[in-house]
């Protein structure tokens, strides 16, 4: 079955600075890679995703690029803002027959600090 | 209407008491997913309907029963919990389980507390 591993666990940056965020998936089966940003007691809302016949996708102050032959995906935030603290979840689909379900990543803690 | 719902918000319940999870969609979906999430961890699938019709079991205990009674609907009959069992659980819809169109939607989940 697919394995997502995300980097960094917690990552803290000054207002206004870059955020990045790291994942690397196993089964090359996946094609599709959603991020979603989860609030402190509330439900994770898909914030941007990708699908593997696109290598880099932009909305706004939020990038996702994908790299196949690498197996990693990363999400970019630029010109942070106090609202993006938050859990950010990489995840990658899993398409073996039968078998389709997203696995999750274990989430990396973003704090910007004012 | 482009939401997932789900009742109730809270519940808290003895080891020997029986409950039910609902979740509802408008949006057409026809694949519906249960997830148990503990506090800071990722989302852990339990269950995926696919068109009614079940179609993941992540080898969940059995004391879970989930249930679809149409299209729209999904419910999590609860029995026997252990206090282990607490945690928040969503529900999420996606347009199908297989197509390329399957941005998984969830709903704003229950915090369970079993004591």
């Known amino acids: 079955g697919e394995n997502v591993e995300q980097h960094p666990s917690t990552l803290s940056v000054q207002e206004g600075d870059s955020a990045v965020i790291k994942c690397t998936y196993s089964?090359?089966?996946?094609?599709?890679f959603p991020w979603y940003k989860q609030e402190l007691g509330k439900r994770p809302q898909l914030i941007i995703d990708i699908r593997s016949n696109v290598g880099e996708k932009k909305d706004q102050r939020i990038a996702v690029t994908l790299n196949k032959t690498a197996k990693h995906f990363s999400l970019h935030i630029t010109e942070t803002q106090p609202e993006d603290s938050a859990v950010y979840f990489c995840a990658a689909f899993d398409f073996n027959f039968g078998n389709e379900k997203l696995t999750f990543g274990t989430g990396t803690r973003l704090t910007i600090i004012p | 209407d482009t939401e997932v719902t789900q009742t109730p918000k809270h519940l808290v319940m003895g080891m020997t008491n029986k409950k039910s999870l609902k979740c509802e969609q408008h949006m057409g979906h026809r694949a519906m997913y249960w997830y148990k999430q503990k506090a800071k961890k990722p989302p852990e699938l339990m269950f995926v309907?696919?068109?009614?019709?079940?179609?993941i079991n992540e080898s969940v205990p059995s004391r879970f029963s989930p249930e679809c009674p149409n299209s729209s609907l999904l419910n999590l009959h609860l029995h026997a919990l252990q206090p282990e069992d607490s945690a928040l659980y969503l529900c999420a819809s996606s347009h199908d389980q297989q197509s390329s169109y399957n941005e998984q939607f969830f709903g704003p989940g229950t915090r369970l507390t079993v004591l």
């Open positions: 089964d090359s089966a996946s094609n599709y």
């Open positions: 309907y696919s068109y009614e019709k079940l179609s």
